[in-house]
């Protein structure tokens, strides 16, 4: 054994950092940045076959360790092999190598496959440091939409995480985490995101957090090496953890300015300070949708005719709004949620092409932007060119299907195919004449990447997100400004902006028990990269979400219809109508967003502690501070060019 061998473990040292792993019980410890860092005892790195049945590393028949030298760093390699499932020895193996980077002092944590021929649900590895400190100093910072902090004092269970913690989607709008205390962290940054995630163990009232890493199989195998690069800080905050991260996107190419997209398209400039409308024209709700309301059918259905649009459109501009952008649904024929991806032609029972095409040429005429709601993953079974050949397929030959969503029953489509049918619609749409300066395909940047396992569009997650990606560069081939329903990050080369963008309690019945603080961690990285408009509700005897507009610096929701009641934030009770009172609520946003959109956000705080009075600095010098508690706001504009 070429290492350095202290007792039980096998250390290996460079750049200052020690890196070592504890034989017996495999745990790996990392002295960096002023701390030791251990990995948890009550965690073992397994192999999860399925919920109930676990292939623990440490149970491989033949276990061995080795230096690690290159001219990049200096590690430990350990190879695993001898599997045995339900007494039956398996042909699969793999290696972990865990080298310390010569030029960074980053440790990069390496899941590397050996011999294939295991069917397995995840594996959970590298396991979570040993973060067991009754302290609110003590804190995790994790990607959860816009972005969490969790005290290890957090007073509420933290478990589940949206769509179980998987990378590129809401569950991590970026791929990485981190945990802080007393000044010394680390920052976890997952250079494979598309086949991974975390997990987060955080009991009521602590005294720990556990946050850990796990692998998908990749269309059934674990087919590439998994990167884990971790930087270790001392003297840091939770900026400190996102400046790390922005200087990682800058350096992989995902860091894409607003500036950058206006040199490519100069709509972006008229985007930024435009007041965002959502509505929508025809609902038809399925009869086995889970908001098919039978003790009141009549609501299952409802028109509002484009030329309804178009006098609010009209309104809009005699109240002196000059910068909109409207975001229409359920505009196709089947209704909202419904028929996808055929969803053509305009609906005729609001008048059709011909009622649309005013409507556009009436936004054109008053200098707004216009943008269409579309969907190409819902796969509905209803669809006059539905076929189970083109849906995503398992590697087991099933095909997914659910019946939640407005249209009822659906599988997903392969998004080998969702570019074809993008390049379809978006044609017949501009050959009707109708001015698309904008526009939204819903939930590639929400939800989670797909696999298919179909042998004549056998596609991977990673080729999944690169198939959407060519979806947005069409629309950047037309002119047209693409959006999604949130900011994952791995479309940050694309898109320009989003639905939203916001701290996961927003989406939450008010009153629901707070995953963590929010925090502004995605805008830390990426403000000046996104337009993220904020929706401006003001609850009652809680919180005035404009605020939080403010703070972010980013674009506010005049009027915003929900698609569906109690789901996405839309919660009636809490919407005020009062049309010019919320039109001087957005043009303060406004105005504030016109100053500051191009700028990075440097800092974000809370002051003297208090998470109700916190501040945001912008690189122009601009500070808002806020207090939440008082619905008090202050904007300094400052000078710096």
Not at 343 to 360: I, Q, R, T
Not at 422 to 451: M, P, W
Not at 610 to 629: A, H, K
Request: include cysteine.
């Amino acid at each position: 054994m070429d290492m350095d061998r202290i007792g039980g473990a096998f250390e290996v040292t460079a750049c200052g950092v020690t890196v070592g792993i504890s034989v017996g019980e495999l745990r790996f410890r990392v002295r960096a940045g002023g701390r030791v860092w251990e990995q948890d005892q009550a965690v073992k790195p397994g192999i999860w076959l399925d919920e109930d049945e676990v292939l623990w590393l440490e149970d491989a028949q033949t276990i061995s360790h080795r230096r690690y030298d290159s001219g990049a760093g200096t590690g430990i390699l350990s190879s695993y092999e001898g599997f045995r499932v339900k007494g039956e020895e398996v042909s699969f193996s793999l290696e972990t190598l865990v080298w310390i980077e010569y030029a960074t002092g980053d440790v990069r944590f390496e899941l590397i496959p050996g011999r294939e021929g295991l069917t397995f649900r995840q594996i959970r590895w590298p396991a979570p440091f040993s973060f067991d400190l009754p302290q609110d100093e003590a804190v995790s910072v994790l990607p959860v939409m816009q972005g969490i902090l969790i005290p290890n004092t957090w007073e509420n269970q933290v478990k589940a995480l949206p769509f179980d913690g998987q990378m590129c989607s809401a569950g991590a709008y970026m791929p990485w985490f981190g945990q802080i205390e007393q000044g010394k962290g680390y920052i976890a940054v997952c250079e494979q995101p598309w086949d991974a995630g975390y997990y987060v163990d955080h009991p009521a009232g602590g005294p720990y957090t556990r946050v850990g890493m796990y692998f998908l199989p990749s269309l059934g195998q674990l087919s590439y090496r998994r990167v884990v690069r971790y930087s270790f800080l001392n003297g840091c905050d939770y900026n400190d953890l996102c400046k790390v991260y922005r200087a990682y996107a800058r350096e992989t190419g995902l860091l894409t300015t607003l500036a950058q997209k206006a040199a490519r398209n100069p709509l972006v400039e008229k985007l930024i300070g435009a007041a965002i409308v959502h509505k929508g024209i025809k609902t038809h709700v399925s009869p086995d949708s889970v908001y098919y309301d039978r003790e009141h059918p009549e609501r299952n259905d409802a028109v509002i005719p484009f030329a309804v649009r178009t006098e609010e459109i009209q309104r809009y501009y005699e109240k002196g709004i000059r910068r909109l952008y409207l975001h229409l649904d359920g505009w196709g024929d089947p209704g909202y949620d419904n028929k996808h991806p055929d969803y053509l032609p305009a609906c005729e029972e609001a008048g059709g092409w011909d009622a649309m095409k005013e409507l556009s040429d009436t936004i054109q005429k008053c200098g707004y932007m216009f943008g269409l709601h579309d969907q190409y993953r819902d796969y509905y079974m209803d669809a006059p060119s539905y076929d189970r050949e083109f849906a995503c397929q398992a590697p087991d030959g099933s095909v997914f299907d659910m019946a939640r969503w407005a249209g009822g029953r659906q599988s997903y489509l392969c998004a080998t195919q969702a570019p074809y049918y993008v390049k379809r619609n978006f044609q017949e749409v501009l050959r009707h004449g109708i001015h698309l300066e904008a526009s939204y395909l819903d939930v590639f940047t929400c939800n989670e990447g797909d696999e298919c396992a179909n042998p004549r569009h056998r596609m991977t997650r990673r080729e999944c997100l690169e198939y959407r990606g060519r979806c947005f560069d069409y629309l950047w081939s037309k002119g047209i400004l693409p959006s999604s329903e949130e900011c994952g990050d791995w479309a940050m080369r694309q898109l320009v902006f989003c639905h939203y963008g916001p701290y996961d309690f927003m989406l939450a019945k008010p009153g629901t028990p707070r995953r963590g603080i929010p925090a502004p961690l995605f805008n830390l990285v990426y403000h000046d990269c996104m337009i993220l408009p904020w929706p401006m509700d003001r609850l009652p005897d809680t919180e005035d979400y404009m605020l939080y507009a403010l703070l972010n610096g980013g674009a506010a929701y005049v009027d915003k219809d929900g698609a569906y009641p109690g789901c996405d934030g839309a919660f009636d009770e809490a919407r005020d109508k009062q049309l010019d009172e919320e039109i001087a609520r957005y043009q303060v946003v406004s105005e504030l967003q016109q100053r500051v959109a191009g700028r990075e956000m440097v800092r974000h705080e809370f002051i003297d502690g208090d998470v109700n009075r916190q501040r945001t600095v912008f690189s122009d010098g601009t500070e808002v501070t806020v207090d939440l508690g008082t619905g008090k706001w202050d904007v300094t504009y400052g000078h710096n060019l």
